[in-house]
T-cell receptor, first 112, second 117 residues
């Protein structure tokens, strides 16, 4: 059974810091890995999607890497801003293409 | 439409009542998913539709939960005899069918916050 773990559960940093969020999964047979952002009381916004054949994806200040063999992904956020404060969720698509399995998320607070 | 639309955004109901939650996916997305998110947790899979049929309903917690998608577009999640433990945010997502390459991501709606009192 696929399980996704995110570390740390919560993170508080001063503005301007570079930071890394970690995601691990137990079954390396995945089709893709997606990072989402969730603001309080809101739905999920897709940030980056890495297909299983890819190693990383970049969007602006965000860079996500995937090491499928070791079951790990990292989300790197450069020069963090207060507007980056949100919960970041990692999810893997596995088991017949139709189940996106989520971690519990990392709650990020960036203070001025 | 431009995004996935879910209605209502909030629903408060009394224990034992019946509720319906609606999801209007992105036009052209054949795959539709329902998830449930409890406070402080990641979303948990409930059911997946490919077209009109429920291809995988293994995440539905019990027979009080049922979902339909009669015309392959709008979907309704139905909960009978609601219990306080059903309180959560119910999220809907849609995508193009994943052909095995994993290149198609999900687009989520804003969710329906269900509170059973």
């Amino acid at each position: 059974k696929q399980e996704v773990t995110q570390i740390p559960a919560a993170l508080s940093v001063p503005e301007g810091e570079n930071l890394v969020l970690n995601c691990s999964f137990t079954d390396s047979a995945i089709y893709n890995l997606q990072w989402f952002r969730q603001d309080p009381g809101k739905g999920l916004t897709s940030l980056l999607l890495i297909q299983s054949s890819q190693r990383e994806q970049t969007s602006g200040r965000l860079n996500a890497s995937l090491d499928k063999s070791s079951g790990r992904s990292t989300l790197y956020i450069a020069a963090s801003q207060p507007g980056d404060s949100a919960t970041y969720l990692c999810a893997v698509l596995s088991g017949g293409y139709n189940k996106l399995i989520f971690g519990a998320g990392t709650r990020l607070a960036v203070h001025p | 439409g431009a995004g996935v639309s879910q209605t209502p955004s909030n629903k408060v109901t009394e224990k034992g009542k019946y509720v319906e939650l609606r999801c209007d996916p992105i036009s052209g997305h054949t795959a539709l998913y329902w998830y449930r998110q409890s406070l402080g947790q990641g979303p948990e899979f409930l059911i997946y539709f490919q077209g009109t049929g429920a291809a995988d309903d293994s995440g539905l917690p019990n027979d009080r939960f049922f979902a339909v998608r009669p015309e392959g577009s709008v979907s309704t999640l139905k909960i009978q005899r609601t219990e306080r433990g059903d309180s959560a945010v119910y999220l809907c997502a849609s995508s193009l069918a994943n052909s095995g390459t994993g290149k198609n991501g999900y687009t989520f709606g804003s969710g329906t916050r269900l509170t059973v009192v």
